[in-house]
């Protein structure tokens, strides 16, 4: 058959993807991601209330940012083959059944039925759910859309997509609050996330067309090779584009991926342990260490603040300069190195939520040029293992940098917003010197 295909035209490589599933592309990942920092935000007072330290509590999330590091690179494999929806929805399944255990193991401390220990360790194993499971989802949403769009529009539409994460992981502490009610108490959050995740998995299944791509990362759906389907002028332009080559596997180690994936992993530390500080350092400055419950309306406030930061760099800023991947990521991390800065002095709510706001900015304007950057220096075949490993390094960030900048941070302020500095200018080092220029990364090959 050498006649066109109007599915292939309709979900061509270079299409704009329509509205309405961008829409649904952006709540996949918005809810994950605003449920599991709404969690974060409410932890501290949980971890009072069980009588458990802070170091503690932050630890308890690395198994599941371990798991998520390991897993993630075999969804994205396994997505290539199975299609970006099907792994979609395994990471919502993963979400929902973690995050209602999850509430069930902290509402069994509360109401005295564990003790502190037993919370702790039956939360980390429920929590590894999310780590095992939900870890299928990013990457098939971001090869989803990599698939879908030319090389020049591809950093938009993967900022926006990251704009969803960058904005739940503001947005989850500033609504966590306002979703307690009484009965339920501090679990009210994991109850509410568990629901509306539910919701989107339906939505994701009703409205989100299956796709079963032959090759990583192509949007198109085609025939087996060789089969009675097969359309030979399509296999005749992808044997004159390389980028269209059938993809072996793709290192961690690729040379083209390395400064991207050493500047996301080092800022990805830096943001994970800077916002992990946050809620109790918004306890300490303001005296509310004694009455922890009552820090959730300034902390909502501070985050808010930053949630609407992290929505002018991807939603504004990106867009109108028309930043490339390399310029995203220096000027994001001297935007978040000066935040932090601030941050360490800022003692009134007012200095604390600007600093946040800093913070935020420059990591929203960061993580999606790291994210395009990754995508952009291996080929259009390459696309679903690289939206792997681009996940892992993203849960990698949060296996020990939350607890270890906790833990320093307890032991002295200083010390803890010295090491993010640090991290924040290694970035600068990497993004200067090895990254390939914003020109050689857009330009059509």
């Excluded at 269209?244 to 080092?266: C, E, V």
Aim: charged content about 10%.
């Amino acid at each position: 058959m050498t006649g066109s295909n109007p599915q292939l035209q309709a979900e061509g490589t270079t299409a704009t993807l329509p509205r309405g599933r961008l829409v649904l592309l952006f709540m996949v990942v918005l809810v994950t991601a605003a449920g599991n920092t709404a969690m974060q935000s409410v932890m501290p007072a949980i971890g009072t209330a069980l009588k458990v330290q802070d170091f503690w509590i932050s630890l308890a999330y690395t198994w599941s940012a371990l798991l998520w590091m390991l897993c993630a690179p075999m969804w994205a494999r396994r997505s290539d083959k199975r299609g970006r929806k099907a792994m979609m929805a395994i990471g919502l399944m993963g979400f929902i059944s973690s995050f209602g255990l999850c509430g069930l193991s902290l509402w069994l401390g509360i109401n005295g039925f564990l003790g502190g220990l037993g919370t702790l360790l039956l939360f980390a194993a429920c929590r590894s759910l999310y780590g095992g499971f939900g870890s299928a989802a990013p990457p098939a949403v971001q090869a989803y859309v990599a698939a879908r769009t030319s090389r020049a529009e591809r950093t938009q539409s993967l900022s926006l997509i990251s704009s969803s994460f960058g904005l739940g992981t503001v947005l989850g502490p500033a609504l966590a609050p306002l979703l307690i009610v009484p009965g339920l108490g501090l679990i009210s959050p994991f109850m509410a996330f568990t629901l509306i995740a539910l919701i989107v998995l339906i939505a994701l299944r009703l409205r989100l067309p299956d796709d079963t791509p032959a090759f990583a990362g192509r949007g198109d759906v085609v025939a087996a090779p060789f089969s009675a389907n097969s359309n030979s002028r399509m296999h005749e332009a992808e044997d004159e584009d390389e980028d269209l080559a059938p993809a072996g596997k793709l290192a961690w180690s690729d040379l083209r991926m390395r400064p991207w994936l050493l500047a996301g992993l080092l800022g990805g530390h830096a943001q994970a342990a800077a916002m992990g500080i946050v809620g109790f350092l918004v306890l300490d400055r303001l005296g509310l260490r004694a009455t922890p419950e009552l820090g959730a309306g300034p902390t909502g406030r501070v985050l808010m603040t930053g949630a609407l930061a992290t929505l002018l760099a991807q939603w504004g800023l990106i867009p109108m300069l028309r930043l490339g991947p390399r310029a995203s990521c220096l000027w994001g991390i001297a935007l978040g190195a000066a935040g932090a800065a601030f941050l360490s002095f800022a003692q009134s709510e007012h200095a604390i939520a600007v600093s946040v706001a800093l913070l935020s900015m420059g990591f929203g304007l960061f993580r999606p040029g790291f994210t395009a950057g990754a995508s952009l220096a291996v080929s259009r075949a390459e696309q679903g293992q690289s939206a792997g490993i681009v996940a892992s390094v993203n849960g990698a960030a949060y296996i020990f940098a939350p607890a270890i900048g906790v833990w320093l941070y307890g032991h002295s302020p200083w010390i803890g917003f010295a090491a993010i500095e640090l991290l924040c200018l290694s970035v600068i080092l990497v993004s200067w010197r090895a990254m390939q220029s914003d020109s050689a990364l857009t330009g059509e090959r």
